[in-house]
């Protein structure tokens, strides 16, 4: 039963990033608004500052580069793996030519890769994917005791599950979403992209327990020998004004990240 739903997981997510394709950061518009451009660029200024400029990045579940190019951009070699062929056809167009030497795209299932995969990276980047696998503590298991000392692992952009603080907040919180997706249709219809919420079955597999608790990640990492650097939880909106409203004003919380170095 668990491994035929676990390959459900797997063949919903091949099947709905085959669908996603080129227009997936077009149609998650929660990724590069400016509020989370902000976060994003200094999560990386922060993150980069320490490395080296011949170290290694591995990004798990790259897409179609969201994070991928701008590690690129910034001068690293990176490796990227992706379930989905098509993804990963995206993300290599995208690719310019001086780059490819430092470009490494492979496809294939992140729970497999580190049984075939021997190479050593820096930092180990897993950006909006945990919440798409069937078992994450397993995969983060699995990938953290790969790793030598002094590697990172940034976890970005996971669904944060949690509890109601207040049903005041919470229902202002409510009813910005619900204007931030009116306004998102909106502009998915005026720009003729079609939405796939109605694809997305068993392919965001731990949104159906409402998103992942980051003390389940810290629990895990800690246990193999991570300390945790930093956790940051904010609220993630289709609009950058959304965001900024949410974030600054309710001060509501949705999504969260880590960034955790073996000891
Ligand atoms: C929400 S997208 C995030 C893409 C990119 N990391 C980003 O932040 O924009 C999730 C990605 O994880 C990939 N994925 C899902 N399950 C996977 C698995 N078991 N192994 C590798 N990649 C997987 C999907 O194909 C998809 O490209």
Redesign the pocket.
């Known amino acids: 039963m668990t491994t035929l739903l676990k390959e459900k997981?797997?063949e919903e997510?091949?099947r709905?990033?085959a669908l996603?394709n080129q227009l997936?950061?077009s149609r998650?518009p929660e990724?590069t608004n400016f509020f989370q451009n902000s976060i994003v660029e200094k999560t990386l200024d922060q993150i980069c500052r320490d490395m080296g400029s011949n170290s290694k990045i591995l990004?798990?579940?790259?897409?179609?580069?969201?994070?991928?190019l701008r590690f690129l951009r910034r001068g690293f070699d990176v490796t990227g793996?992706?379930?989905?062929n098509e993804?990963i056809q995206v993300l290599r167009n995208s690719v310019s030519e001086n780059e490819k030497d430092r470009a490494h795209l492979n496809v294939?299932?992140?729970?497999e890769?580190f049984e075939k995969n021997q190479e050593e990276f820096d930092l180990v980047?897993?950006?909006?994917?945990l919440?798409?696998?069937?078992d994450y503590e397993m995969?983060l298991k699995k990938a953290c005791r790969r790793l030598k000392t002094g590697t990172k692992i940034m976890i970005?952009?996971e669904p944060l599950k949690q509890s109601v603080a207040s049903s005041f907040s919470y229902a202002f919180h409510r009813g910005l979403s619900w204007i931030d997706e009116k306004f998102y249709r909106f502009e998915m219809s005026m720009r003729d992209i079609p939405l796939l919420e109605d694809e997305y079955h068993h392919?965001?597999y731990q949104r159906q327990f409402g998103g992942i608790d980051p003390r389940d990640i810290e629990k895990v990492l800690r246990e193999e020998n991570f300390s945790i650097l930093n956790i940051e939880k904010y609220c993630a909106r289709r609009f950058g004004i959304n965001a900024w409203l949410a974030n600054r004003i309710l001060k509501t919380q949705n999504t969260f990240n880590i960034l955790a170095v073996r000891g």
């Open positions: 997981v797997l997510n091949r709905v990033h996603e997936y950061l998650h990724q990004d798990l579940g790259c897409g179609t580069g969201y994070l991928f793996l992706d379930l989905s993804m294939g299932d992140v729970e890769f980047v897993f950006s909006a994917v919440h798409h696998l069937f995969v970005f952009f392919s965001d």
